[in-house]
């Protein structure tokens, strides 16, 4: 929104009868709420106008006076205040935030399972997260790098998601969100195979993840194969997490949404013929399909928690992984989501009613404090794997060719193995 206002005087001049002073005051405003950004201009001018011999002559001096006067005023919302400044603590925090809900998802589906076929709720969660991103989708239709990124994490993350509902039918919750901090072994060992150098402090961290896992298991029910399926899905996350990390530091933030939608739409359509093949066809003819049975199937679906799982534990979540990892390693994310099975143990307690034995709060204990070990200390020497890599890519750009023959023959290595090896997604 732009206002001008402009106003003039008269006034004689003591001097002579026949002089008059001009005075003009200019005054501009712009306001653009959006971004919160108000501009003042005013701008004074001064003019003579006198009399001599029948002439009139004018005399202009806006030079003189003040040209104008400028001031932006820039006012931030409560929230922006409360949260710091560094961008790798905002993706901290973001990541802690998701570990919350990441756990309340285990218990909420380990419930809905009780009288719910998981084929069915998977399918309908995911098309409900999927839904949302059709727009973004078909936008970015003719983006081939997206498409591939999308599909390819989609295919690493529906593997997890099937893996888990299939562990949930059998295994505890609680345990079940503690076997899935395998992630915290296997994204650092992969990082080291494929050229990363990982701190000490955060093998540290593993360390004392890894101890937990194993009180975690001595206590409670034995171990059956839904702890097999937690694992595996535990390794695909892992992938996944390691590939997110590679993928939101090589892509445009504003293909963020399409990606996502790829992704998801990968892990409904999957979730979609996983319902299909596993329904009893026999079963299906003799149903009678009618708007009656319909809508009682309507009625009795739990909503609310596809809904709940759809909306929030998968596009959200999906969406701060992918903005969060920007500034936080692989590895630190692992460590992060070590809180997950602490959140998810609680929610088991109050809303399931599951009980340890003292080993399986010793272990939480020790995977509460890996966790804080990376998150407190730090995991990657304060400084983020993507400001390193723009760092280093500034200073080649900067050198000239003759340089860059010289660093081609250095033994210091530019390119890592790791980064000819996630060539091969694109």
């Known amino acids: 929104m732009s206002t001008c206002v402009s106003s003039s005087w008269n006034m004689p001049m003591d001097n002579s009868a026949d002089a008059v002073s001009k005075v003009q005051c200019y005054f501009h405003q712009y306001s653009c709420p959006y971004k919160r950004i108000t501009t003042h201009l005013t701008i004074f001018s001064t003019s003579k106008s006198f009399t001599i011999n029948g002439k009139i002559h004018r005399q202009t001096n806006a030079a003189a006076e003040n040209k ?36 309340s998802d285990i218990a909420v589906i ?43 994490l989609g295919l690493w993350i529906s593997l997890g998601y099937l893996s888990e509902a299939l562990g949930l039918l059998t295994a505890d919750a ?50 059956n194969i839904g702890d097999l399926f ?33 992704e998801v739409g990968v892990v409904a359509l999957i979730s979609t013929i996983w319902c299909l093949t596993t329904a ?11 708007w009656a049975r319909f809508s009682d199937w309507m009625l009795e679906f739990p909503w609310v928690p596809a809904l709940y799982t759809g909306v929030f534990s998968t596009g959200f979540c999906l969406w701060a992984e992918v903005a969060a990892m920007r500034e936080v390693s692989a590895t630190e994310t692992a460590v992060i989501y070590g809180l997950e099975p602490l959140w998810g143990a609680g929610f088991a307690w109050f809303l399931l009613g599951e009980r340890w034995e003292l080993a399986g709060w010793i272990g939480a204990a020790l995977i509460l404090g890996g966790s804080l ?10 400084e983020s794997a993507g400001d390193g890599n723009r760092k280093e890519n500034k200073s080649l750009i900067k050198k000239s060719s003759h340089e860059k023959e010289k660093l081609s023959a250095s033994p210091v290595r530019v390119t890592s193995f790791r980064d000819n090896l996630m060539d091969i997604f694109k």
């Open 68 to 103: 104008g006067h400028v001031s932006i005023t820039v006012k931030k919302p409560l929230w922006e205040k409360l949260l710091p400044r560094s961008k790798k603590l905002r993706s901290i925090i973001l990541l802690n935030a998701i570990a919350v809900i990441y756990a």
């Open 230 to 262: 937690n694992f595996i899905s535990a390794i695909f996350f892992g992938i996944h997490t390691l590939r997110t990390e590679h993928i939101s530091r090589t892509i445009r933030k504003e293909n963020f949404l399409a990606l996502l939608g790829y």
């Open 110 to 152: 380990k419930e809905v399972e009780a009288f719910t076929d998981p084929a069915y709720f998977s399918a309908v969660r995911f098309a409900v997260s999927a839904i949302p991103f059709l727009p973004f989708i078909f936008q970015a239709r003719n983006d081939t790098q997206t498409r591939n990124s999308g599909l390819e």
């Open 280 to 290: 009893n066809l026999d079963e299906i003819r003799e149903i009678s399909w009618t």
């Open 174 to 223: 609680g345990r079940a969100s503690f076997i899935s901090l395998i992630t915290v072994i296997i994204i650092p060992m992969l990082e080291s195979m494929l050229g990363e150098i990982v701190p000490a402090r955060t093998w540290f961290g593993v360390l004392m993840s890894v101890l937990g896992i194993s009180m975690l298991e001595c206590s409670g029910s034995p171990p």
């Open 373 to 382: 070990t990376v998150q407190m200390v730090g995991g990657s020497g304060g």
